[in-house]
């Protein structure tokens, strides 16, 4: 695919949806799919309290009146956002994650392709992960390739790390000097641990979506024992590539049950950060900073505590110009172009799939 221009590079929307269920992001890259020559426009689409919870209502389903109503929720809010962007070439569209078991049913985002490139008139890159899993692959995560190319893009010359706090962490250790991000040693990514669920503690305890600003965990203390339980899981233990499940990790909030508001969002911050220093240990070499992205930059007490357990600078991405709230959005632009361009997506450093493969399918208007 060639952009309008006759050049390599073309302009993509990409769109992600995450497991912390607060909206639609939306972001426009200029790419050829190995470079990023541009950023471009963003959006944001939050859900409304009843369509949250029409979501959640689906988590963890494959088939269901529930399912049905959820898919429809995710394909009005991404028409409405997607469409008030303007001249992207291409798009992708991730879609909403529900269920992701890569050794058992296989992984499950909702989102029809096929409807939205009708709808907006442009072709859709969508069904990202399942080509991954079907060959063995984790199926996530899959934005190593694009914080590869970050990377080069703000010009690292030594390897460095990305770490996202969303619903679930996922660490990228980068090495910038290979040039081909499926290339042995240029990447080693995986999902950390689960990285905000206090979203989930203080909704169910308080009705709020989230410890704003870590407002009651800086009021709480750390409860060792529960700690010590959480990190004696046998995720932390295997080797990477791995994945999770956004509620692969539900025994957090029994293991803070008994505790007051402010201990356990405390408890359950440390949990998080707790989990990316073990992660930490698999790196080829110790990265020369550390680059956080997703919703969890935003928490001071979780920053402070990464800082603390990492031996290494632990900064917001937007220490290097990037944008902490769209780099998941921007991710699945490029990723789109790469599919395209018959490029691979994901590789054994990334996802465990025996050799790169490129995800997703292509709907035409």
């Known amino acids: 695919m060639k952009g309008k221009n006759g050049q390599g590079s073309i302009p993509a929307l990409g769109a992600m949806s995450g497991t912390s269920l607060d909206g639609v992001d939306a972001a426009m890259v200029v790419t050829d799919g190995n470079r990023i020559e541009s950023f471009g426009k963003t959006g944001y689409r939050a859900y409304s309290p009843a369509e ?5 209502a689906a988590l963890g389903r494959w088939h269901d009146d529930d399912v049905a109503q959820a898919a429809d929720t995710v394909q009005a809010a991404h028409a409405a956002l997607l469409g008030e ?15 992701h078991e890569p050794r058992g049913r296989g992984t499950h985002q909702i989102g029809d392709g096929e409807a939205l490139a009708r709808a907006l008139g442009v072709p859709v890159v969508w069904d990202f ?34 770490l996202n706090l969303g619903g679930v962490g996922n660490l990228t250790w980068v090495d910038p000097r290979i040039e081909a991000p499926e290339a042995e040693g240029a990447l080693l990514a995986f999902d950390t641990g689960p990285a905000e669920p206090i979203n989930d503690l203080v909704g169910q305890r308080l009705g709020l979506d989230c410890d704003r600003d870590g407002a009651l965990a800086r009021q709480g203390r750390v409860l060792d024992g529960a700690l010590e339980l959480f990190l004696a899981e046998s995720y932390f233990s295997r080797m990477p590539p791995k994945s999770l499940d956004r509620d692969d990790f ?29 992660g930490m240990e698999h790196c080829p070499q110790p990265p020369e900073r550390v680059l956080v992205t997703g919703g969890g930059r935003l928490n001071p007490v979780m920053m ?27 991710a699945f632009a490029y990723l789109a172009v790469r599919v395209a361009r018959g490029l691979p997506t994901s590789a054994p450093s990334t996802t465990g799939v025996p050799a790169p493969v490129g995800g997703g399918q292509i709907s035409r208007p």
């Not at 957090?252 to 998080?272: H, I, Q």
């Open 52 to 56: 949250r919870e029409i979501l959640r």
């Open 85 to 99: 962007f303007e001249d992207a070439e291409l798009v992708g569209f991730h879609g909403q994650t529900l269920a």
């Open 129 to 162: 992960r399942a080509a991954d899993v079907a060959m063995g692959g984790e199926g996530a995560p899959l934005a190593p390739f694009f914080h590869h190319a970050c990377a080069r893009h703000i010009g690292a010359k030594r390897p460095l790390a990305f």
């Open 250 to 278: 539900s025994v957090m909030l029994d293991l803070v049950r008994g505790l007051s508001d402010a201990d356990a969002a405390a408890t359950m911050t440390a949990m998080a950060a707790a989990s990316v220093m073990r």
């Open 304 to 330: 402070r505590m990464l800082g603390a357990c990492l031996d290494c600078p632990v900064e917001p991405v937007e220490a290097v110009d990037l944008d902490g709230d769209m780099l998941e959005a921007q």
